[in-house]
């Protein structure tokens, strides 16, 4: 009651100032508390009196009747109000007085005593004493029906303020009602002392309980997910021991359902002086922002064509992978498509896409549960593998990959076949984690080189290989600048009456780099893949062309020059343009170039590349198809491309004639180039038994090291200086044997023949 009746004192505003500006006003004088002394004792008798009549008055109403049956609590009443009215008349009238009074009123609107009741009792009890002080004054009776009519008012104006505020205080909650109903937040108030849980409309609905307006904390936090009820108690103290400003927390919590929601909780912690300390705050659900969270979570760790994990998933994995310790074998596949971006380049990427999807399907049905697949990017595939009872687990994992993607793949109307090269690296290596993914892939490095559909196994060497690799690539883009690149010739020969006649040079590229001679199968790869090959090729084909028609001047004048080309060279747009250049610059005719392709080139042919090679067929220069025979394309692209020359695989003339299949194989092509049109070279000639072969099978022209290893100019050049037969096999074509050919020849004198 204390701490009610400081709360009221504070409400009502009563401090000294205001207390002294009301004496005033009623004109208060310290004379008047001494007339009222001087007859409290006479009075004594009066109250006892008046109080006895008052309660038997009061008796009469039906709407007190439940607060005066009580005869313990009438009695306690009577007494208070004895005692009240003594106070009245002998002060003393301080701040004990107010306080007193202030009191008295609190205990009367707690035990249920309206305000008018109140009033009108002060009504009764003024005329009362007014009766014993004035008993024989003839205007007593007047001034009793005064207080009668000014006391009616004085209600009448008290209602009239109480029923403002209170329209003020319904008008308050209604807005706050309302406000209450269009929010989608429950609201909450928490009496901590008391354990007392107000718990709006909303917040039990949202959960779909039945509405109760109070009960104990138990019936929020029992509710809480149990991995989050920690969290949450921890976030209510931290609050209640001042380290935050105010609640917030995100939680789940139990719906009536069983399921759980998502909901943000917001709290303000309160010291009551009437109630102790209380807590309220709202309470929202964020399901929906929870659940979109969750998809962008997902969303950025799946790759949105496959749904496999993408690359920053995998590292993830791998990480906790290698984090944790166990007995048992571990390793990282890193698959790769073959040949996918002719998938892409034919077909269009939106088939590709489907082929990516498909390829998804049968790699998950190959690894095993725990095991976990991702997609790295583009046509490459990394399938994380643990708990292997041993290493050879993976390569089993692996051969059932590459088994699958071997199936044909049906789509539409259209049957494709696919494969894949794979790589396959430990987690751990001599105890210490190793960099996985990069050693998977160095292993499927290998397995491209190797010939492709195939896994390979990752070893220490392959690190150093790779890092020569690494040093190669970074010594090739400086090599041009330093002059470090040479070109080696090697003659063409034509068979003419038993005996090889020179008419030809093939310009092969070599590197000489920190004094060593590195061969093409080690470097043009990397300028192949950094694209150098297109300034390289350029550099190639002009140092070709000079150095040839330089013999050409000094008497070799039907040599001609045969230059490989590269598919990144023709995909230039320019580079009829830079040929017609270097053939100006250089001063040699167009019908003394070779320029020689792959059959891997013409299967990747597009219309830009087609339309090339008839510009360069146009201007004179010839094409040659290379190592004809080692891949896989269609005859039908010998009359669909403007050649000129066919070249016999070197691996087909070697078994010859010992290897009778390699033989029909040979005179197969031989005759095929022959009848469509096509001078046949063949490559690889190392004895006389090649040599009386090609003359028997009709093959006209040759080279290899039977005639001469490839030779710096400068050696090629002392072999033209000398007379007749060499220590090579091979002979200056003489004047007599000079007939109309396809190919050119050069005679001692350098005159030209026709």
Known sequence: MENELKALVERVGLGGQTILTRTRFLQWKASDGQRLNRLASRMEEAHQAFTDKLYEHLGNFDVLTTTLGDEARLARLKHSQTDYYRRLWSGPYDRGYVNDRLLVGLVHQRVGVDLEWYLGAYRLYLAEMLGHLLEDSPQREVFDSLLKAVFFDMILAIDTYSAAQRQALEDSEARLARALRGSEDGIWDWDIEADRLYLSERWTEMLGLPAESTSSSNRWFDRVHPDDLSGLREAIGAHLQGHTNSLVHEYRIRTRCGDYLWVLVRGVVEDCRRSGRRMAGSQTDISSRKAAEGRL?????????????????????????????????SALLFVDLDRFKLINDSLGHGVGDLVLMEVAKRLARCVRPGDHLARFGGD????????????????????????????????????????ASIGIAPLWLDGRPLDALQAADLALYRAKNAGKDQFSLYFDDLRGSAQRRLDLESALSQAVARDEYVLHYQPICRLENGRPYLVGVEALLRWQHDGQLIGPQEFIPILEESREIVRVGEWVLREACHQVRCWQLLGQTQLYCSVNLSIRQLQQPDFTDRLIAILDETGLAPSRLVLEITETLLMQHSDTVMATLQQIADLGVRLALDDFGTGYCSLGYLKRFPLHLLKVDRSFIAGVPEDADAAVISRAIIGLGQSLGLEVIAEGVERPEHMQFLIDAGCRYAQGYGFSRPKAAADLQRSFSAEGCFEELWCLLPDHAANVRRIGVCTPSGSRTA
């Open 380 to 419: 490459e595939f990394v399938a994380l593998l643990g708990d292997l009872a041993c290493a050879a687990d993976a390569e089993r994992v692996a051969q059932r990959m590459l088994d699958a993607l071997r199936q044909p793949l049906q789509l539409g109307e259209r049957t494709l076949s696919l494969s």
């Open 297 to 329: 979570r997902h969303a950025a760790r799946h790759d949105s064509l496959t749904g496999l994990a993408n690359r920053l998933h995998l590292d993830e994995l791998l990480h906790a992978a290698q984090q944790r310790t166990s007995n048992r074998d």
